[in-house]
């Protein structure tokens, strides 16, 4: 093998190391998975897009929660699982636990993370 094929290989070994190493914006889930749950049971009430703009969403009171704003998006993703799992008392949000699995909560997690952007970054320095 020659020295350009033997460079070759080691980049695709290091993009792929890399691929793994790097945290998604959920750890835990896959988006592609969560994205018919996140259709099924979460877009009439937060949207096609996540911004609380569901045929839903937008008669409640408090309004379903927009995922893109920096509030949202800065919550971490043991608050927004719980809030998936549990629901929340003093809104319309109910609970999945009963319907979803564990895994799936997580996929939708991992959904609302790619709708969202995910954390709002740390301004530079």
């Given at each position: 093998?020659?020295?350009?094929?033997?460079?070759?290989?080691?980049?695709?070994?290091?993009?792929?190391?890399?691929?793994?190493?790097?945290?998604?914006?959920?750890?835990?889930?896959?988006?592609?998975?969560?994205?018919?749950?996140?259709?099924?049971?979460?877009?009439?009430?937060?949207?096609?897009e996540g911004?609380?703009?569901?045929?839903?969403?937008?008669?409640?009171?408090?309004?379903?929660?927009?995922?893109?704003?920096?509030?949202?998006?800065?919550?971490?993703?043991?608050?927004?699982?719980?809030?998936?799992?549990?629901?929340?008392?003093?809104?319309?949000?109910?609970?999945?636990?009963?319907?979803?699995?564990?895994?799936?909560?997580?996929?939708?997690?991992?959904?609302?993370?790619?709708?969202?952007?995910?954390?709002?970054?740390?301004?530079?320095?």
């Amino acid at each position: 093998m020659s020295k350009t094929a033997y460079g070759i290989a080691f980049i695709f070994l290091l993009t792929g190391l890399w691929f793994w190493i790097t945290p998604a914006h959920s750890t835990e889930g896959q988006a592609a998975k969560g994205r018919p749950l996140y259709e099924r049971y979460c877009l009439s009430c937060h949207g096609p897009e996540g911004r609380g703009d569901g045929p839903l969403g937008l008669h409640l009171n408090p309004p379903a929660a927009n995922f893109h704003t920096p509030e949202s998006r800065n919550k971490s993703d043991e608050v927004l699982l719980k809030a998936i799992r549990e629901g929340h008392s003093e809104t319309a949000m109910a609970s999945w636990k009963d319907e979803l699995l564990d895994e799936e909560l997580q996929d939708v997690l991992a959904y609302i993370r790619k709708l969202s952007g995910g954390p709002v970054p740390e301004p530079a320095g």
